[in-house]
T-cell receptor, first 111, second 112 residues
């Protein structure tokens, strides 16, 4: 069963706009991670936020985590055509043994 | 060379055949994972291993087996392939609990 659910399933924006993707999950976690996948390729790790953190930044990426609402958001600022990809959230279970991935958000950035 | 190498990249096989997918890594990580990806279903964990003597089932291990031949090598076998095992298979490694995974480029498997 999937732990994380991304919203929206698909998002289409213009270059230069910001893109926001959301992830909700069901059980307690010790960290939450975001990954990017270009079509048919391997996933690339973007950012990790621990359960005791509320916000984290990495370049044009901003991740927030609200453990009381069991939700996270990924913000990509000033998007570029090269940001076109699928984005997945993944939750780390409290035992620390493995990640459970959501179904992903397909982001299209139009030039 | 890639940090995580999967072979083959693509494979078409017949129902009932045994097939092995191989994964090797140069990251020096102890933790290795096998996931499969189906359209619209995200990634689902098949097996994972934290060292050579440690093998654990994931959420969809039925019909699959694994072997951890060395710290750097983790192979996935389908003993008798069936069409609903057609999917994209990924191997990944991790340094530990608070580290991201490094994925291979995937093996696209088609069972006919």
């Amino acid at each position: 069963s999937q732990q994380g659910e991304e919203d929206p399933q698909a998002l289409s924006i213009q270059e230069g706009e910001n893109a926001t993707m959301n992830c909700s999950y069901k059980t307690s976690i010790n960290n939450l991670q975001w990954y990017r996948q270009n079509s048919g390729r391997g996933l690339v790790h973007l950012i990790l936020i621990r359960s005791n953190e509320r916000e984290k930044h990495s370049g044009r990426l901003r991740v927030t985590l609200d453990t009381s609402k069991k939700s996270s958001s990924l913000l990509i600022t000033a998007s570029r055509a090269a940001d076109t990809a699928s984005y997945f959230c993944a939750t780390g279970e409290t035992s620390g043994s493995r990640l459970t991935f959501g179904e992903g958000t397909q982001l299209t950035v139009n030039p | 060379d890639a940090d995580v190498t999967q072979t083959p990249r693509n494979r078409i096989t017949k129902t009932g055949k045994r097939i092995m997918l191989e994964c090797s890594q140069t990251k020096g990580h102890d933790r290795m994972y096998w996931y499969r990806q189906d359209p619209g279903l995200g990634l689902r964990l098949i097996y994972y291993s934290f060292d050579v003597k440690d093998i654990n089932k994931g959420e969809i291990s039925d019909g699959y087996s694994v072997s951890r031949q060395a710290q750097a090598k983790f192979s996935l076998s389908l003993e008798s392939a069936i069409p609903n095992q057609t999917a994209l298979y990924f191997c990944a490694t991790s340094e530990g609990r608070y580290y991201g995974y490094t994925f291979g480029s995937g093996t696209r498997l088609t069972v006919v």
